[in-house]
């Protein structure tokens, strides 16, 4: 059936609350992370996260060691050169959001007439369509050579197939931990993901978010003592509701698959923006054919890129506990 009211009539005309009410948009606390939560201040990139240019993201690997042993009085020191770098290299992406206002919406949408500012709700609504794009992409394989390289291609499997120009094939420790084991969530499966995914035994070589679906976080949540039933307090004052793990938090997405569960260490994940296109400021341009026609559009270009492939894990195939 087709809507009574056009856009137009449906902010002019009647009674309307003065602040359209978003019933479209999701959260990412992926992205949340990555922008917000620590490396970007105020959505402005910190300096670490940005790239001036050049053909792609390189990220130096230390992956092999130097020659060692036993010494004694008839040990003979290997002479020989060993190979102990090398770099990942991901290619930009890059997305965009666009809207525009045209003659009869400036005429119509003006003065008493005007219960929302069309224009002002439409910039803000061109700077959540792209975060909910790269939201979306962010947990999937590219689709296309201009989108983000996300959790999909992160923990792709295939020992061939390159994941920031290497491939497990030529490269050992460039490795990806996953697990499709049919089973319930529990602590003992989050022990499991977690030793999985450790580079280390100090804190900082284990994962320090979990990402999940609201069934899998409510039903580990069941699992747990109520006296042990802890939360992120700067997750939940960011509206991302969890529930702590070895104190780190689980998060639910809705833009996460049913039955998946991401252990992921950000401190080997991020996010680089291009310098000169960093969510450019969306602004009113006249079209030279049409002058009362206004377009504004917000840009961005990077890269998810990361340089430890094996300090992440993917559970699949989980279940909510009986």
Known sequence: MALDLTQLQAITDDYVEKTPV???????VLLYMLLNGGKFQ???VTPGELVDGG?????????????????????????????????ARFRWAGYYSANTIDLDEQVQNNGKAALVDLAFAKLRNIQKSIRDSMGTDVYAAASTDKALLGLGDLFEGTSSTPYGSIATDDMADWSVNTDSTSEAISFKVMQKIKRSAKIGQNKESKPNLYITTDVLKDGFERTLQVQA???????VNAGFDNVLFAGVPIVADDKQAAGYMDALNLRHLSLKTHSKYQFTKPKWEYSKDQPDTLTANVRWIGQMVCNNRKAHARHTGLTEPT
């Not at 978003?22 to 990412?28: E, T």
């Not at 130096?60 to 002479?79: A, D, F």
């Open 22 to 28: 978003d019933i479209y948009f999701d959260d990412c």
């Open 42 to 44: 105020d959505s402005l």
């Open 55 to 87: 053909q792609k993201i390189r990220t130096m690997l230390e992956y092999n060691k130097s020659h060692s042993g036993v010494y004694g009085n008839t040990t003979k020191i290997p002479q020989s050169k060993v190979d102990i770098l090398n770099a």
């Open 229 to 235: 039933r802890y939360a992120d307090t700067n997750l």
